[in-house]
């Protein structure tokens, strides 16, 4: 939680080791008519507008414009979050886009340190920024991994550590941080096709205005039919 959200990625979402429940990220939501950018992540526009549309499972899905990016490619999308709040926003855009958009939509409540989707369903799973202590983390991915059906496609994108050293806001928590070698390795081997392993430079303005180069890890991995 310390993303700038006027000047970071739209929908990045911290987790600290402090407890951070609905009521703090529903109050969160709703103290701005928008808490990030409308415009979806760079990150999935590169790595999924090639992909065939099918099902597909949005984590962390905030306000929704990845959701909505997807769902007017054809995509039929679940777009799962903590925030009862940034759910009812993110459908309610969705109907401003079209309700040909809005149909292909179902948006999810639940608790993501938690929740098991379904194994084996969704032909995409994208979770972008979310940040957990270690453990959590890492149990998130797994789950996330056993939920793409064969040939489908995981997309994890995060903050690289080397970002601890941006004027960027980030918490002091190195363990929020991780790499494309720690998102690989923790694949089963013999599983997956890792197509995209890299740390990918950006550039975006610090909360004193000056323009600064950050880091995003971004793993996109095919599950073997």
Do not use: C
């Amino acid at each position: 939680m310390g993303s700038t959200p006027s000047v970071d990625r739209p929908s990045a979402t911290w987790m600290s080791p402090e407890p951070h429940d609905e009521r703090f990220w529903d109050e969160r939501y709703s103290s701005r008519d928008a808490l990030w950018s409308a415009n979806p992540n760079a990150h999935l526009i590169s790595e999924a507008s090639a992909l065939v549309p099918g099902a597909a499972l949005d984590v962390g899905s905030g306000e929704g414009a990845d959701a909505i990016w997807l769902a007017q490619r054809g995509w039929q999308v679940t777009a799962v979050d903590f925030s009862t709040v940034a759910l009812e926003r993110g459908a309610a855009r969705a109907l401003e886009v079209g309700a040909n958009v809005a149909r292909l939509i179902g948006w999810l409540h639940q608790d993501l340190t938690v929740w098991t989707p379904p194994e084996a369903t969704y032909d995409l799973v994208t979770a972008q920024f979310m940040h957990l202590p270690k453990d959590a983390r890492e149990s998130l991915h797994r789950r996330l991994a056993a939920s793409v059906a064969p040939a489908g496609f995981l997309l994890i994108v995060g903050h690289h550590p080397s970002d601890l050293q941006t004027t960027i806001p980030r918490p002091p928590l190195p363990e929020l941080f991780y790499t494309p070698a720690d998102l690989a390795g923790a694949l089963e081997p013999g599983e997956w096709n890792i197509i995209v392993s890299a740390t990918r430079e950006r550039t975006t303005t610090d909360p004193r205005g000056q323009t600064v180069t950050i880091h995003d890890t971004v793993l996109r991995a095919q599950r073997l039919g």
